[in-house]
T-cell receptor, first 113, second 113 residues
């Protein structure tokens, strides 16, 4: 039981490049989330998926797209990376019965030059 | 505007003593509060939570206190252990909707052996 896994662990991009951050969970959770963590800002919700087939914007969605590929997988795409997207990205999942109790992956550290 | 605030970026405590981490919030609609713990290079992990209908919740060495009138909650760790050294995030949500989970900026706790 791996919980929530994220790939890659670390990535360096040049401004304008695109990339997809992958996330998978094996806890049969319905809801999945993408957060970013910046110094002095705490974790901020980018997008979430309450259930398979649905996605919604969070607090800071600009510059990102998401895909809920199936119940297990939720990917985050940066179409044209900007230095302001340098951050640590966390994926999380939760059960419908206790949505606030979220289980987080180890994070992806992204540097955009 | 930060709706959940942790005004102390860091706290150092001697092993065996009490650690008190504080959190303030501004949104009176928040009705569920959580503490997450984060070690370096790992994702946050759920620690303890409290509903607004309670003013105290205990789980072993960890106790969370909620003062709704002051919009303040605190996490007490007694006795503190070196393994408790981590960053602690306070989080809050409204109407039991995880889509509205707001995090504080975190407090780094160091427990000195």
């Amino acid at each position: 039981n791996a919980g929530v896994t994220q790939t890659p662990k670390f990535q360096v991009l040049k401004t304008g490049q695109s990339m997809t951050l992958q996330c998978a969970q094996d806890m049969n959770h319905n809801s999945m989330y993408w957060y970013r963590q910046d110094p002095g800002m705490g974790l901020r919700l980018i997008y979430y998926s309450a259930s398979e087939g649905t996605t919604d914007k969070g607090e800071v969605p600009n510059g990102y797209n998401v895909s809920r590929l199936n119940k297990r997988e939720f990917s985050l795409r940066l179409e044209s990376a900007a230095p302001s997207q340098t951050s640590v990205y966390f994926c999380a999942s939760s059960d419908l019965a206790a949505q606030e109790t979220q289980y987080f992956g180890p994070g992806t550290r992204l540097l955009v030059l | 505007d930060q709706q959940v605030k942790q005004n102390s970026p860091s706290l150092s405590v001697q092993e065996g003593r009490i650690s008190i981490l504080n959190c303030d919030y501004t949104n009176s609609m928040f009705d569920y509060f959580l503490w997450y713990k984060k070690y370096p290079a790992e994702g946050p992990t759920f620690l303890i939570s409290i509903s607004s209908i309670k003013d105290k919740n205990e789980d072993g060495r960890f106790t969370v206190f909620l003062n709704k009138s002051a919009k303040h909650l605190s996490l007490h760790i007694v006795p503190s252990q070196p393994g408790d050294s981590a960053v602690y995030f306070c989080a809050a949500s409204a109407h039991s909707g995880a889509n509205n989970l707001f995090f504080g900026t975190g407090t780094r706790l160091t427990v000195i052996p």
